[in-house]
């Protein structure tokens, strides 16, 4: 047996001890909210929660759609070898992966990347943080089905400020083409928090027990409580003094944009009515 073959080996063993631990997912359309609970629950003894491995808007997409396009050529190919006269019993079984093949290599792919995440670390649950999960957790669970759901939500109007300062920042070329000023983009993403908030929580109305809620403001204000609940959720310690030490890890990593209400120094009356026009209901569902 060579070496190559050998490592393969040891990897499915790896990727077999991944896919046996308990998978949860910090979703949310909110940057400071999800990092700071990332970053919380990564320090549990028992734990481990990275990001971002964007399963959902990039990873299984691009793998659907390479098995599909494999999958057109190979019966593409099997209908020419018909044509030609070549027989049944000449022609090997369909090489066409399955439904349930494909979801087996989204699965290991991404138990791949968590393998990288564990290396030696000896923990019973493994987490991974993607916002945008928020916008298809029905297809994130279609291949981890068992996983746990971690919805963060804060107001969409103090996002709104926090990813249009952001985008400034990193691309303020192309990101000022697109949206010349702030209340375009308050319009704009107004649309996608009330998309992502209302799929995510329309999931966890039939999942709820594998589904939880946390605010990002109470992170940022009294975040005992929630990280009690969480590590509950999780199965996981939660006593005192390790709540204590994950509050600490959160607290040491807050993004001074996830300062609560500051949307009030930002929004003129036309951008809070074009935001309400698109998120108004929402934001008085959660009491905003």
């Not at 697109?178 to 993403?189: I, S």
């Not at 199965?235 to 003094?241: A, I, V």
């Not at 935001?275 to 959660?286: I, S, T, V």
Request: one cysteine or more.
């Amino acid at each position: 047996m060579n070496n190559t073959t050998t490592d393969y080996r040891r990897t499915l063993i790896g990727l077999s001890q991944i896919l046996d631990k308990k998978h949860f997912f910090i979703v949310g359309l909110t940057r400071p909210g999800t990092a700071w609970l990332q970053h919380a629950i990564n320090a549990h003894p028992d734990a481990l929660c990275k990001g971002e491995g964007h399963f959902t808007n990039a990873l299984f997409p691009l793998l659907g759609k390479a098995f599909a396009d494999y999958n057109k050529h190979m019966l593409d190919d099997q209908a020419r070898l018909k044509a030609a006269g070549i027989g049944a019993a000449n022609m090997a079984p369909s090489a066409a992966y399955s439904n349930n093949e494909v979801r087996f290599l989204m699965a290991s792919a991404a138990a791949l990347t968590m393998n990288r995440w564990v290396g030696d670390e000896d923990v019973s649950c493994i987490g991974e943080k993607t916002p945008e999960h928020a916008f298809n957790l029905a297809g994130l669970t279609e291949i981890f089905p068992d996983a746990h759901i971690v919805h963060v939500i804060r107001d969409g109007r103090d996002e709104a400020v926090s990813v249009y300062d952001y985008n400034v920042r990193v691309n303020p070329e192309g990101f000022s083409k697109r949206f010349p000023d702030f209340p375009a983009f308050a319009e704009f993403f107004a649309g996608n928090w009330t998309k992502a908030v209302g799929q995510a929580r329309y999931f966890g109305r039939s999942h709820g027990e594998n589904y939880m809620e946390i605010r990002s403001e109470d992170l940022y204000t009294e975040a005992a409580p929630d990280l009690e609940r969480l590590c509950r959720f999780l199965n996981l310690d939660d006593s005192p003094e390790t709540v204590a030490h994950l509050v600490e890890a959160g607290r040491a990593i807050a993004f001074p944009d996830g300062a609560i209400g500051q949307w009030q120094d930002r929004f003129d009356d036309k951008t809070a009515v074009s935001f309400n026009r698109q998120a108004g209901e929402l934001l008085k569902l959660l009491d905003y």
